[in-house]
């Protein structure tokens, strides 16, 4: 019979549509987007994934929208891929914005699609990266655009703590668009071609006068040293999304499931006498406690969360005996390794990051205290302060802490001391444990002495001598059942490999409620 298709025919049509879909609009549009140093949503994805995995869904949406000419441009996709694939053989979701497409601007066909891949990804249990390149909402669908995007935080906020969740900034993200990557547990921007803010550079002018450009504003570098936005910052897409895939190798599938360990090279038992050189004895001395670090962990090699932010506290994550741990350690090389509104909240979000996916956490600690200044008073150190302070209270892995040196007043206590929950705590015998240092507790302990005495600069010497040696000796401590042992620093890997495989089946419950009421 004439006019009837065959099974052939149906089959060329559908490979003709799907090779329209994966060519994108154009080549001129794809030369645009090259043009600009970036990558298309798919060439970003075939770096993702692992060659060969990918599984797209919804590849031939459109959208239905109508007015202002929508009807006469209905591409494939809608402007973003989505769908799922492997990362060294785990399962991770991803979706990504086609800039070349409305300039990757969010639809409800689009948020459809988007909302979707996150219901799927909670479901499966696995991690969710988006590849974000966007213009925000599509103005010509209005309200519906809008909406589009309440989905997607209200998912964010449900996979949060039960899922991985990673947002790649690979171009603009604009207005409440920036709200999403806020509410992921970790950010990535590239520099010069990605940029974040709720209000644009032309706004900011309008309203206050200040002239600024997009990086300036928003750009890898601002969110990456300034405002603690981001997490990472690279100078290509290339190297940006090796990271990302190095990052997902050492995180869970969810929240029910421990870290993937690997066999390692690097012996359980290897000793570390590097570390008697590393760190100077005279607590006023700075060193680098990364290079403590990479001492300390299997093949030096680890993944600094936040490195350009809040430099004073090191977060990281890195390998034990192949097993994941996440180490939060004070930085004596940066403002003297002292707490401050900044570092107390990038370690609290650290914290809670590594309890809410069972990866347990090593403390290094040599803090001499909160940092002063009205500065800190007026903008809320108190309460700010709190949140680290909230998380190691909270959190039930496995945690050990370790005292390089000086550990004075609050902030001792803070740094997951023993009172606070710390499951082991171990000190060098350089520790000095206190609730200030020598100098100043005998400032105020002997004033009058002092003041009264015929050489009032030997009194205070002398009386600094007699309380360090009567109450910051390494060992006043550990009499009181405060520091379960010091320790030699060359055994300090094998004592941390040891303590962490005993706690590995560590089992804690927190009393029943709802949620916590932590400091904001």
Not at 79 to 105: K, L, N, P, Q, S
Not at 243 to 263: D, F, G, H, K
Not at 296 to 317: F, K, P
């Amino acid at each position: 019979m004439t006019g009837h298709r065959t099974v052939s025919d149906l089959r060329e049509e559908l490979r003709a549509l799907r090779e329209q879909a994966l060519r994108g609009p154009s080549d001129r549009a794809t030369e645009a987007q090259h043009a600009k140093g970036k990558l298309t949503a798919r060439e970003r994805i075939e770096l993702l994934l692992d060659a060969g995995s990918f599984s797209e869904v919804e590849q031939l949406r459109r959208h239905r929208a109508q007015g202002f000419g929508l009807e006469a441009k209905k591409p494939y996709t809608d402007g973003v891929i989505t769908g799922w694939g492997t990362v060294e053989g785990r399962t991770v979701f991803v979706y990504a914005h086609d800039f070349r497409i409305f300039g990757g601007a969010l639809g409800e066909a689009h948020a459809t699609k988007i909302h979707k891949i996150m219901d799927m990804a909670i479901a499966a249990g696995a991690p969710l990266v988006s590849l974000n390149d966007g213009a925000g909402a599509r103005i010509q669908e209005g309200v519906s655009a809008l909406a589009g995007y309440g989905g997607i935080f209200q998912r964010n906020t449900r996979a949060s703590g039960v899922i991985p969740q990673i947002s790649v900034m690979l171009g603009p993200c604009a207005g409440g668009a920036a709200y999403s990557p806020a509410l992921t547990d970790f950010v990535f921007m590239v520099r010069e071609t990605s940029q974040m803010f709720i209000t644009g550079p032309d706004v900011v002018k309008a309203v206050t006068g200040e002239e600024i450009t997009q990086n300036g504003l928003g750009g890898a570098d601002v969110h990456a040293g300034v405002s603690g936005v981001s997490h990472f910052a690279y100078d290509d897409e290339e190297t940006c999304i090796a990271e990302v895939r190095y990052l997902l190798s050492m995180l869970p599938q969810n929240n029910r499931e421990l870290p993937p360990a690997v066999v390692p090279d690097d012996s359980p038992d290897r000793a570390t006498p590097a570390l008697l050189d590393l760190v100077p004895a005279d607590a006023a001395r700075a060193y680098d406690v990364r290079a403590v670090i990479e001492e300390l962990v299997d093949d030096g090699e680890h993944m600094e969360v936040h490195g350009d932010w809040a430099a004073n506290l090191v977060c990281t994550l890195a390998r034990l005996d192949g097993r994941v741990v996440g180490i939060v350690a004070n930085q004596p090389s940066v403002m003297a390794g002292v707490l401050d509104i900044d570092a107390s909240e990038k370690g609290a979000r650290f914290v809670q990051f590594c309890d809410a996916f069972s990866i347990p956490i090593v403390t290094l600690v040599d803090v001499p205290g909160f940092l002063p200044g009205v500065g800190q008073e007026h903008n809320g150190v108190i309460r700010r302060g709190a949140k680290l302070l909230y998380a190691y209270c909270n959190a039930t892995v496995p945690r050990v802490s370790l005292i390089l040196r000086k550990a004075y007043g609050g902030a001792y206590i803070v740094m997951d001391s023993q009172s606070i929950g710390a499951d082991l705590t171990y000190a060098w015998p350089t520790n000095e444990i206190a609730v200030m240092g020598a100098e100043g507790a005998a400032n105020v302990i002997f004033r009058k002495q002092i003041a009264t005495a015929q050489d009032p600069e030997a009194e205070r010497r002398q009386k600094i001598k007699e309380y360090r040696t009567e109450l910051m000796h390494p060992y006043y401590a550990v009499e009181r059942g405060l520091v379960d042992d010091v320790i030699d620093p060359a055994d300090t890997r094998r004592v941390l490999v040891r303590a962490l495989d005993m706690l590995r089946a560590k089992h804690a419950e927190l009393p029943a409620r709802k949620h916590g009421n932590p400091p904001q």
